[in-house]
């Protein structure tokens, strides 16, 4: 799981923090930095399996990205747990895509092996987890494999997994009852486009398994629904059809253009859990488009997908809304709030951290307070008062 992040010079992030749980919810103004910190992330997870000219051209060229247009470095550092292991990646670049201090992939081991050295140790066999190694800077002479165990290695590809292929998700039901054409190891693009392509690799996989246990979480969420079907809709595309529940011998099913947006965004949200990437799920603004009463089934995915009561395992959710709605279903420790300045730029405070949290969440529901306080108030403790 992704536990910290530092970032400096990236966008309105001139030197912010933010600490995460499996399931955290960014809120703040427009402008205020959100999509910033996705798209670090982001960013950051592309580096580890893409040489560094090929991520940072065009629009996220150091020059256009960093801050103010400034010419200091842009750094990222960011931190993984699981268990007592932690893994710690860190890249800075300059304008001219130098590495101005090298990419490093640290480990702390078990504090209960009685073997493993008592701080960080470089990983530097980048084969272990199938990684470039042009990509790593690799000391001959440092030994690559006498301070790891097994089960090390597995955390370390674990925690790995967790950064590659990061699309910031911004999903639209429109996209996602559009027709798309099967192909191996599709990957469901940002706005959902190549849902049909997703569940057609997951259902005719090797895992028979997965089909039934995401109709089994589908039916859970919308109990209306009993499954899915997928209809080829001309010689090379196939469309999604829901399969009705009730005790008919005959399943009466209905295109997925008559189906609600709810229900092709939980499609969605558990085609993602069941499948092997992203490892963890940047979505911005899940609310747009959705009525009220479907934020709770929505936000209760998400979060059940965090836990692992959906998917193969827990996957970490990173959700940036405008929504107090939405809010309403978080709880004080999963709540970011982010506010920028124009002077320093943005800043992360913990909703939990507020003071005098408790006895404020006594008379309103967190995303009442955020309605009716705002940020500032909130952060410079005006509630308190």
């Known amino acids: 799981m992704l536990s910290r992040l530092r970032v400096q010079n990236f966008r309105c992030l001139r030197d912010v923090t933010v600490d995460f749980e499996p399931l955290t919810v960014l809120i703040g103004k427009n402008d205020s930095g959100k999509t910033s910190i996705l798209d670090a992330i982001r960013v950051l997870g592309d580096t580890m399996s893409r040489p560094i000219p090929e991520v940072f051209s065009g629009v996220n060229h150091p020059e256009v990205l960093s801050w103010r247009r400034e010419s200091k470095p842009v750094s990222w550092e960011i931190t993984t747990d699981r268990d007592q292991h932690r893994f710690l990646y860190h890249l800075q670049l300059d304008r001219s895509l130098s590495i101005k201090e090298r990419r490093s992939l640290e480990v702390d081991l078990s504090v209960e092996d009685v073997s493993a050295p008592e701080k960080y140790r470089r990983y530097w066999s980048s084969l272990a987890y199938g990684l470039s190694p042009e990509l790593w800077e690799i000391d ?32 639209d039901p429109d996209a996602l009852r559009r027709p798309s054409a099967p192909r191996p190891d599709t990957l469901l693009d940002a706005s959902g486009r190549s849902l049909p392509s997703l569940l057609d690799g997951l259902f005719s996989g090797a895992d028979a398994s997965i089909r039934t246990s995401l109709e089994q979480s589908l039916h859970a969420a919308i109990p209306t629904l009993r499954g899915l079907s997928l ?155």
């Open 140 to 171: 001959e002479d440092e030994p690559a494999d006498e301070f790891y165990h097994e089960k090390d290695r597995e955390e370390l590809d674990r925690s790995v997994h967790e950064l590659l292929n990061l699309p910031r998700y911004r999903l």
């Open 231 to 385: 209809l080829s809709f001309d010689d090379s595309t196939k469309t999604i059809e829901y399969v009705l529940a009730g005790s008919g011998k005959r399943p009466i099913t209905i295109p997925c253009e008559n189906a609600s947006d709810g229900a092709l965004l939980v499609t969605a949200y558990l085609a993602l859990a069941y499948s092997d990437a992203p490892g963890t799920l940047l979505i911005e603004e899940p609310e747009n488009g959705l009525h009220p009463s479907l934020l709770r089934l929505v936000f209760e995915t998400l979060h059940k997908i965090s836990t692992g009561e959906y998917g193969l395992g827990p996957r970490q959710v990173i959700i940036a809304t405008q929504s107090p709605l939405l809010l309403n279903y978080a709880t004080k420790e999963e709540v970011r709030i982010v506010r920028r300045d124009l002077e320093t730029g943005t800043h992360v405070s913990r909703l939990a951290d507020v003071p005098d949290i408790d006895r404020l969440l006594k008379g309103f529901s967190v995303g009442e307070l955020w309605y009716h306080l705002g940020e500032d108030a909130l952060v410079e403790g005006e509630t308190a008062k």
